[in-house]
T-cell receptor
Framework: QKEVEQNSGPLSVPEGAIASLNCTYSDRGSQSFFWYRQYSGKSPELIMSIYSNGDKEDGRFTAQLNKASQYVSLLIRDSQPSDSATYLCAVNNDMRFGAGTRLTVKP | GAVVSQHPSWVICKSGTSVKIECRSLDFQATTMFWYRQFPKQSLMLMATSNEGSKATYEQGVEKDKFLINHASLTLSTLTVTSAHPEDSSFYIC????????????FGNGTRLTVT
């Protein structure tokens, strides 16, 4: 079993909808969780960090962490075409990445 | 916030020549930096971990004699692609974490290498 798994996508949502991206992890002792966004042809950028159970909101983005169930989610409200990108989940000191989830927001 | 600067942003070189890419942490010290390569529509692939003052650790399948990494200071790591060939054309990205564990990675803007 991979240590970190994301819903592989691709995910397509209409503009204005909520996009939900999910990530599960196997190490129950994990403490830190990160979401990165990578636009095509660009390098990744950090969009959210979360360390405690519950929700963390930043603008249209909400990260949700459930350590008991070992998942972390990223919700994007009022999705915009500019949110179309690949989203990468990382846990603890991960420096390796999977394919991520490719999100397309259709106008 | 922590900033990682990567230079050049793009480079075109002739087959057989060498190209050096620099990665600098501008406002923090990085004992460890990471180098990635990404081909179009593919995942970000870790090539090597650059360790300040010691040898880099290369991922399986990455030729250490072809991709030379030097991490001579706490703020600078360089990747040299030696004897470049067209198949080395790719997007190279570096990242670093500040010295605190469990903090996010900060990425450079990447270097697009084209070997003709």
């Amino acid at each position: 079993q991979k240590e970190v798994e994301q819903n592989s996508g691709p995910l397509s949502v209409p503009e204005g909808a909520i996009a939900s991206l999910n990530c599960t992890y196997s190490d129950r002792g994990s403490q830190s969780f990160f979401w990165y966004r990578q636009y095509s042809g660009k390098s990744p950028e950090l969009i959210m960090s979360i360390y405690s159970n519950g929700d963390k909101e930043d603008g249209r983005f909400t990260a949700q962490l459930n350590k008991a169930s070992q998942y972390v989610s990223l919700l994007i409200r009022d999705s915009q075409p500019s949110d179309s990108a690949t989203y990468l989940c990382a846990v603890n000191n991960d420096m390796r990445f999977g394919a991520g989830t490719r999100l397309t927001v259709k106008p | 916030g922590a900033v990682v600067s990567q230079h050049p942003s793009w480079v075109i070189c002739k087959s057989g020549t060498s190209v050096k890419i620099e990665c600098r942490s501008l406002d923090f010290q990085a004992t460890t930096m990471f180098w990635y390569r990404q081909f179009p529509k593919q995942s970000l692939m870790l090539m090597a971990t650059s360790n300040e003052g010691s040898k880099a650790t290369y991922e399986q399948g990455v030729e250490k004699d072809k991709f030379l990494i030097n991490h001579a200071s706490l703020t600078l790591s360089t990747l040299t692609v030696t004897s470049a060939h067209p198949e080395d054309s790719s997007f190279y990205i570096c990242s670093a974490r500040d010295s605190t564990l469990d903090t996010p990675l900060h990425f450079g803007n990447g270097t697009r290498l084209t070997v003709t």
